[in-house]
């Protein structure tokens, strides 16, 4: 899946697909964002006793 979204058959090379609104969601979403929380999420669950509450907040 690459990051051009397809909104009609005429932008598709060949058979694409068009895209949905959720395919659309997604890649509108930056990807140094996407892995600042991954990063994120990753440190907070592997120190022990992290309530869920600080995650939603970092979240946030």
């Given amino acids: 899946m690459g990051r051009r979204i397809i909104t009609t058959q005429f932008e598709a090379k060949s ?3 068009i895209d949905g609104y959720f ?3 997604i890649k509108y979403i930056p ?6 929380w991954i990063a994120i999420k ?4 592997s120190a022990n006793d992290v309530p869920i ?3 939603w907040v970092v979240f946030i």
């Fill in 23 to 25: 395919d659309r969601l």
């Fill in 42 to 45: 990753g440190v907070l669950t």
């Fill in 31 to 36: 990807s140094e964002i996407l892995g600042a």
């Fill in 53 to 55: 509450n600080l995650i």
């Fill in 15 to 17: 058979r694409a697909k």
